[in-house]
């Protein structure tokens, strides 16, 4: 058993597990943070997307023992009490999520992306979705609520729509 | 996943003496980034899984990226993120830039090292063919100390290499007389986003300005042999030749012969021997790009 | 009042009030003939345009939904099963006894502990886990339930099965050939079979300019659902079993469930939970008749999640299909007659297949006014992965033929590929080749406004033969 600590979503959390656990089980499991998902277990989905340091990971590709001791911010960490985040509230508004099961996900990848390149061209957007798979949607929507939202953060007037 | 034990390296030496101690009597991995050593156990059998696996991932002195006297030198645990990223990757190597770029998907190039990419040596290897034309060497540590080979030996096989159980791959050189050398990657996959590469090809030449002819040319091929390789009849025909359409693309019809391309799942032979001579002609022309745009004064402004 | 004819009088109350209640056997018919409301084209609904916004979509947005791999119920175990790993064989023997012995492991099943072991939407030909017979590779042999997912999947390595190998059936055109033995014997591999006559075709051939003929293939296509199949099964005292499923057909899928653990159907309850993406790949039972006796055996809840290889392996696909497609047209490109042979690769088990081979064969002719017509489609057993429902029900099988042919035969004859279609689309009024009058038809003007959309007759396009 390996005794991992991770700041997750602005707070301290300790586990116990055995060494071959993932990041994404240790949320899951022992930290009933259940927004990341299982979809593939082995990368290509995103549906486990969650940040470590700032950085977007599969947390199904991680370690437990190799997030110790670093900042984790996973789907549940983007809201506060008092308000959604507002990449949440776009993809509500515009109804960018059908089954929802890739959300937790998506979200995390664009708020990564918003993180580093608040004025995203759509190229950039599709670029920072490529491991994230989606069934329903085609996507577009989702990219029109990241675009919104970068706009709103009053980056760049709105393009002529197409 | 099978259960195993983790033991973490502080640094490159600290890795290898724990590879020391575990490879006598337990079946060892190292493990970087992890994305491609874990994706592999999730759905192995028990017997191929390892007793011991040493984590590398936090030894900081294998994640500098430096111009040394030897050459521009990478450290195995640099990320494909981090290369992307680097300044000076990104003046002299605009190649490595796109290659890394062409990498799975953000989270996986946030994670992946160039060294796991490297040891993991599928034939499509993304990072190989670039720095393969680059005449890039790589420098192994072992209980021994350090021995240095060039990458196009480094590779061996399918998934396949010339490091020992008990040894680390701790850095990628490009030589100094290649820095800067124009090159350029191009990689055909069956969609643009995380998709495995049918056929990935890099190209490499200085060109002698007064002659207008190719100098020193280099053509890597990935996913159409066991290893990237070399276009040995694509290079020594342009070498001396002048730079002309017709001669990137007669290189690219002999570069065909050069390899073996297999038919699988994704694309027949014969569909990956046309890629192949299309690709090579179109990265030597974006190798020459690179060059001319370096001579305009706008392009040395930048 | 007397008494009798307070009687009388409650009699005819009741009488009045089952009157009231008593529901006619039925509908009174309509008038004939009968008034047909027919709503304008591109005028049926409000939506178009419109924003669909969800109510499930703060939740998906906060990580909140839960799906069936969220849930955890206290004392739950896990399942894993075993796959065959071979698409064709004889089970001769199952050791489960190195399994049991493991620490952890709390209870292994076989197909022979399964009360009746045949299940499906319509053919009940699909074991729950093979006992004689293996079908195809992804076929369950045995299950494990444990207390952790790695033990159950290390369990399953200790399960050792002898097999002795039957030449299996990969291709539908040797499953069709009547001297194939059958996967399912006695029963013919050849298990549906429909035909749409329509008009003469030997006198439409007969009349044309050219024949073309054309064989189309596609290929076997998984839903792949973000979400894997997952469910949880746990029962109560009273002996009824709860199944957290995510499943689209609750009601069809009790109807499975109660029959193989051999459960009156009032005693088993199952609770649909949001589903991450069906596709018609979640549109019938999996493992959870393996989950309920495994809870039963060891009275703790079990849950089962597919993993990615497995959500390919054994759960169902898109029906592969060979189409040969033969067409008569006069030197215009107006199609005079056309005869059409489908076979539907049904894989190891029926599943969805009658549908999907009744629609694959009334869409086979296209959107196009064919009055001669035959068209005839056949389903096959092969030792593959078992086909069923997927998005159209074979729709865009036969709509890959039948574009692809209209191609070569524009090509052919030098017409415009976009011409040689407006010539042939379905009209106001047309007939289906089932002979349905077809309201609402736009298929020229929606030709048309693509068209003109993406610029088809600008850049050379307009030219068939180069296109
Ligand atoms: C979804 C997805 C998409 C991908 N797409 C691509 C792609 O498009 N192109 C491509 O080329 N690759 C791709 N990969 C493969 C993978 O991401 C890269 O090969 C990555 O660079 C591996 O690095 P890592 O640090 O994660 O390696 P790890 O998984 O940590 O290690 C890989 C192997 O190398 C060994 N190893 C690692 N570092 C060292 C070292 N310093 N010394 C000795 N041994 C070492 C490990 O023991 C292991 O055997 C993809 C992977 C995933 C999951």
């Known amino acids: 058993m390996v005794t991992v600590t991770v700041n997750v979503n602005g707070e301290p959390r300790t586990a116990s597990v055995p060494p071959e656990t993932t990041l994404l089980r240790l949320l899951r499991e022992q930290f009933n943070l259940t927004g990341a998902k299982l979809g593939c277990d082995v990368g290509d989905c995103g549906a486990c997307t969650v940040m470590v340091d700032g950085k977007s990971v599969n947390s199904c590709l991680m370690l437990a023992g190799q997030a110790d001791g ?93 | 996943m099978k259960a195993f034990e983790v033991v973490a390296a502080r640094d490159a030496r600290h890795a290898v003496a724990l590879l020391a101690e575990h490879t006598p009597t337990a079946k060892v991995k190292v493990i970087a980034g992890g994305t491609d050593l874990l994706a592999d156990l999730k759905f192995a059998s028990a017997s191929h899984a390892p007793d011991v696996v040493v984590d590398i991932s936090r030894a900081e002195d294998l994640r500098t990226i430096a111009v040394t006297g030897g050459g521009l030198s990478i450290g195995a645990l640099v990320t494909h993120t981090e290369i992307m990223a680097s300044p000076a990757i990104r003046e002299m190597f605009p190649a490595l830039v796109d290659a890394a770029h ?196 706008a392009g040395r402004a930048r | 009042m007397d008494k009798k004819s307070a009687v009388i009088e409650k009699q005819a109350r009741l009488q009045e009030v089952e009157a009231l209640l008593k529901a006619p056997a039925a509908a009174p018919l309509a008038p004939l003939p009968r008034e047909v409301l027919v709503p304008e084209a591109r005028q049926q609904t409000p939506a178009v345009r419109q924003r669909a916004t969800r109510p499930d979509g703060r939740l998906h947005g906060l990580g909140q939904t839960k799906y069936i791999d969220d849930y955890y119920l206290p004392g739950m175990l896990y399942a894993k099963i075993k796959r065959a790993g071979i698409a064709s064989a004889r089970i001769l023997r199952i050791d489960t006894s190195e399994a049991l012995k493991m620490p952890g492991v709390m209870a292994v099943i076989t197909g022979k502990d399964v009360p009746c072991n045949s299940f499906g939407p319509s053919l009940k030909d699909q074991p729950v886990l093979a006992d004689e017979r293996v079908f195809h590779a992804g076929d369950g042999v045995a299950a494990v339930a444990a207390v952790t997912e790695q033990i159950a999947a290390e369990a399953l390595e200790k399960i050792t099965v002898e097999y002795e190998p039957i030449r299996p059936v990969l291709d539908p055109l040797e499953s069709l050939q009547l001297e194939t033995p059958g996967l399912h014997a006695p029963n013919p591999n050849i298990y549906g079979h429909k035909v749409i006559r329509k008009g003469d075709v030997e006198k439409g051939f007969a009349q044309s300019y050219r024949i073309f003929e054309g064989s189309y293939r596609t290929q076997m296509v998984e839903h792949v659902p973000l979400e894997p199949h997952a469910s949880v099964a746990t029962w109560d005292a009273n002996g009824r079993v709860t199944i957290y499923s995510t499943l689209g057909r609750i009601t069809l899928g009790r109807a499975d469930i109660s029959r193989t653990i051999g459960v009156p159907m009032s005693r088993v309850r199952v609770i649909a939970t949001v589903v991450g993406g069906n596709f018609g790949g979640k549109n019938e039972i999996t493992t959870e008749p393996v989950l309920a006796l495994l809870a039963k055996k060891t009275g703790r809840p079990v849950k089962c999640t597919f993993t990615r290889p497995e959500e390919f392996l054994a759960s169902t696909t898109r029906h592969p299909l060979v189409m040969d497609y033969k067409t008569g047209v006069t030197k215009e490109g107006k199609i005079l007659a056309r005869q059409i042979r489908l076979v539907l690769d049904g894989g190891a088990y029926c599943s969805w297949s009658e549908t999907t081979l009744g629609k694959a064969c009334i869409l086979s002719a296209g959107p196009y006014q064919i009055d001669n017509l035959y068209a ?29 042919q209209m191609d070569d035969m524009a090509k052919a004859l030098g017409i415009d590929p976009l011409q040689i279609r407006l010539t042939n689309a379905l009209r106001e009024g047309s007939l289906s080749p089932t002979s349905q009058k077809l309201h609402s038809v736009v298929v020229r003007e929606t030709l048309l406004q693509a068209a003109q959309r993406f610029g088809w007759n600008e850049d050379g396009g307009g030219n068939g033969a180069q296109s």
């Open chain 2, 102 to 297: 062409t990498i799975g998907a953000v989270q996986t190039r946030n994670l992946g090292t160039l060294g796991g990419n490297l040891v993991t040596a599928v034939p499509s290897v993304d990072s190989g063919p670039t720095l393969v034309a680059l005449d890039a060497q790589v420098t192994v540590l072992g209980p021994g100390g350090e021995r240095r080979m060039p990458l196009a030996e480094f590779f061996v096989g399918p998934r396949r290499t010339a490091l020992k159980p008990d040894e680390l791959l701790v850095e990628i050189l490009i030589p100094t007389e290649n820095l800067g050398k124009p090159a350029c990657f191009l990689k055909f996959g069956l969609r643009k986003g995380q998709a495995l590469a049918l056929v990935n090809v890099a190209a490499s030449f200085w060109v002698d300005a007064k002659t207008q002819t190719f100098r020193a040319p280099r053509v890597a091929l990935g996913a159409v042999a066991p290893k990237v390789i070399h276009a040995t009849s694509a290079e020594a025909y342009l070498e001396g030749r002048a730079i002309a359409p017709e001669a990137m693309a007669e290189a690219g019809r002999l570069a065909v012969g050069d390899a073996k391309p297999i038919s699988d799942f994704r694309a027949s032979a014969e569909y990956r021997k046309h890629l192949i001579a299309v690709l090579t002609r179109r990265a030597l022309e974006g190798a020459y790009d690179v060059w001319q745009k370096k001579q305009s004064p």
């Open chain 1, 70 to 162: 670093r900042d984790v911010l996973t789907i549940e960490g983007l809201a506060t009490l008092e308000r959604l985040h507002p990449l949440q509230e776009a993809f509500e508004q515009l109804g960018s999520l059908q089954c929802g099961f890739c959300g937790p996900g998506i979200l995390m990848s664009a708020k990564a992306l918003l993180d580093e390149n608040p004025d995203p061209s759509e190229q950039d957007i599709r670029d920072a979705l490529a491991g994230n798979l989606c069934r329903c949607t085609g996507y577009i929507k989702m990219i029109e609520a990241i675009q919104g939202v970068a706009r709103a953060d009053g980056a760049r007037p709105a393009p002529k729509s197409a």
């Open chain 3, 376 to 404: 005839e489609a056949f389903v096959v057993y092969t030792n593959k992965t078992m086909t069923g429902a997927m998005r159209g029900f074979g729709a865009p099988q036969v709509c890959f033929a039948y574009e692809s």
